[in-house]
Nanobody, 123 residues
Framework: QVQLVESGGGLVQAGDSLRLSCAAS????????MGWFRQAPGKERELIAG????????YYADSVKGRFTISRNNAKNTVYLQMNSLKPEDTAVYYC????????????????WGQGTQVTVSS
């Protein structure tokens, strides 16, 4: 099992930037890919970005493409989500998740999950 802890959320204004971090511990060697999900009030959880821990391939949902960047630091077992040009509609709880088996990055399921971090973007 992999333990995931997110950090970096907060309250910002539209147009600002934030960087989220997800620190992994435990059986991190078994991780194939990691993803960032978000869930806004009254909406379903959605996958917005994913990265493979080996080759560094990435995936972005259309809603964040060009504004968000996912990256990883394997030495630190940490994945980041750099969020630029934030919009009020980006307001949500952001979760990171890890998958152990190879999957298409747009199909990350989440074998293990973090507790989430709140991002609030005011207009």
């Amino acid at each position: 099992q992999v333990q995931l802890v997110e950090s970096g959320g907060g309250l910002v204004q539209a147009g600002d930037s934030l960087r989220l971090s997800c620190a992994a511990s435990g059986r991190t060697f078994s991780t194939y890919a990691m993803g960032w999900f978000r869930q806004a009030p009254g909406k379903e959880r959605e996958l917005i970005a994913g990265v493979t821990m080996g080759g560094g391939s990435t995936y972005y949902a259309d809603s964040v493409k060009g504004r968000f960047t996912i990256s990883r630091n394997n030495a630190k077992n940490t994945v980041y989500l750099q969020m630029n040009s934030l919009k009020p509609e980006d307001t949500a709880v952001y979760y990171c998740a890890s998958d152990r088996l190879p999957v298409p990055l747009n199909k990350i399921r989440g074998d293990d999950w973090g507790q989430g971090t709140q991002v609030t973007v005011s207009s």
